[in-house]
């Protein structure tokens, strides 16, 4: 089966940096997704790793680690409009992807 | 704008009717499609995989029976819930996969449906 465990909640000041660490067990995995739910819509694209080590795409950055079923996103210079639920997920060849439970990030002022 | 359109948005039915959700995808042809399911402050729980023009692939524990998938062209999904009951309403959205290329773990989703059985 899979299963992926990262933290339920963070919270951290605005302008900060957070960190949400996810770890995962699964078969056939091709790559680790982060995704940004604000309450009530639909889950947007962060970011993407397919390989080991660190992608950046402007104030977020992800991280994999294949040996250790490791990854985090890594979001820097917090707004309040960060606050919102992340989820990874693990995809496999036929871009099946299977989510974690989500992260709650609350941003304090 | 958004590539995945879904619709309706909202619905409200009586225990024992069905539903019909639709999911487009906009100007590219999605030959892969995922209906997942999302209960409030819950994770994401992938339902099936939809694939034009051939059986839906459903995940463990899902009722094939009640949760009927259709995909039959590369732009049109559609997930009815049959014989609908108060234990189905949930939040249901649909992603297409293949506008940014395949293994890009990048899939764009629909809006989203809130069903609400009374």
């Known amino acids: 089966g899979q299963s992926l465990e990262q933290p339920s909640e963070v919270t951290a000041v605005e302008g900060a940096i957070v960190q949400i660490n996810c770890t995962y067990q699964t078969s056939g995995f091709y790559g680790l997704s982060w995704y940004q739910q604000h309450d009530g819509g639909a889950p947007t694209f962060l970011s993407y790793?397919?390989?080991?080590g660190l992608e950046e795409t402007g104030r977020f950055s992800s991280f994999l680690s294949r040996s250790d079923s490791y990854g985090y996103l890594l979001l820097q210079e917090l707004q309040m409009k960060d606050s919102a639920s992340y989820f990874c997920g693990v995809g496999n060849r036929d871009d099946k992807i299977i989510f974690g439970k989500g992260t709650r990030l609350h941003i304090l002022p | 704008g958004a590539v995945v359109s879904q619709h309706p948005s909202w619905v409200i039915c009586k225990s024992g009717t069905s539903v019909k959700i639709e999911c487009r995808s906009l100007d590219f042809q999605a030959t892969t499609m995922f209906w997942y399911r999302q209960f409030p402050k819950q994770s994401l729980m992938l339902m099936a995989t939809?694939?034009?023009?051939?059986?839906?692939?459903?995940e463990q524990g899902v009722e094939k029976d009640k949760f009927l998938i259709n995909h039959a062209s590369l732009t049109l999904s559609t997930l009815t819930v049959t014989s609908a009951h108060p234990e189905d309403s949930s939040f249901y959205i649909c992603s297409a996969s293949g506008l940014a290329g395949p293994n890009t773990g990048e899939l764009f989703f629909g809006e989203g449906s809130r069903l609400t059985v009374l």
């Open positions: 790793n397919g390989l080991d």
């Open positions: 939809s694939n034009e023009g051939s059986k839906a692939t459903y």
